[in-house]
């Protein structure tokens, strides 16, 4: 299975929106609501910003939010704050127990 | 609070073997579906391995099938991947998961910090 596409790069200035896309198949984010999304700084361990879809776990900001449109996912950020720049990677259940990420978006926070 | 603390990374040969173990705390890890995620340097995260909770089963990447094995020992709360054969491709930040898994949602809710994986000559 390839990896599910997201542009390489996204960027915004501080209270701006931006919104990350996650493409995959019928196979994986078109079948499950299973999709996540994980930002990770440099250096450090992914963290998980939203799970199956559109839930936020406890302690991520309510800027953060996920959606999803046949094939295709999304994780909106609004009121862009310094800190949220990051890589992004979103992750689809493929069945099988597995899991297939995307190829990340580097966030630039202007 | 969940605590994964993987070991046994190291710089190894192209065709050698090493065994990755990872120390959970913190949450019931019998029951818990764990996986192994992958990161080469500079690249994208890589689904590994995954070992079911409460269901024995194991599930693997095509990318090491045949050529590493997932296993647990509940008993220590441990979870390990035993990884032969190794390539160069090989050569990546591996992260222990907790997986969340039942009814209605999957995701890897934990991470470890990782360990460091070099496979080189």
């Known amino acids: 299975q390839s990896a599910l596409t997201q542009p390489r790069s996204v960027s915004g200035s501080p209270g701006q929106s931006v919104t990350i896309s996650c493409t995959g198949t019928s196979s994986d984010v078109g079948t499950y609501n299973y999709v996540s999304w994980y930002q990770q700084h440099p250096g450090k361990a992914p963290k998980l910003m939203i799970c199956?879809?559109?839930k936020r776990p406890s302690g991520v900001p309510d800027r953060f939010s996920g959606s999803k449109s046949g094939n295709t996912a999304s994780l909106t950020i609004s009121g862009l704050q310094a800190e949220d720049e990051a890589d992004y990677y979103c992750?689809?259940?493929?069945?099988?127990?597995?899991?297939?990420f995307g190829g990340g978006t580097k966030l630039t926070v202007l | 609070e969940v605590r994964l603390l993987e070991s046994g990374g190291g710089l190894v040969q192209p065709g050698g073997s090493l065994r990755l173990s990872c120390a959970a705390s913190?949450?019931?890890?019998?029951?818990?579906?764990m996986n192994w995620v992958r990161q080469a340097p500079g690249k994208g995260l890589e689904w590994v391995s995954t070992?079911?909770?409460?269901?024995?089963?194991?599930y693997y990447a095509d990318s090491v099938k045949g050529r590493v094995t997932i296993s647990r020992d509940n008993s220590k709360n441990t979870l390990y991947l035993q990884m032969n054969s190794l390539r160069d491709e090989d050569t990546a930040i591996y992260y222990c998961a907790q997986v969340e898994a039942g009814s209605g949602t999957y995701y890897v809710e934990n991470w470890g910090q990782g360990t460091l994986v070099t496979v080189s000559s």
């Open positions: 070992f079911s909770g409460s269901v024995c089963c194991t």
């Open positions: 913190g949450f019931n890890f019998t029951t818990s579906t």
């Open positions: 992750c689809s259940y493929a069945g099988s127990y597995s899991l297939l």
């Open positions: 199956d879809v559109t």
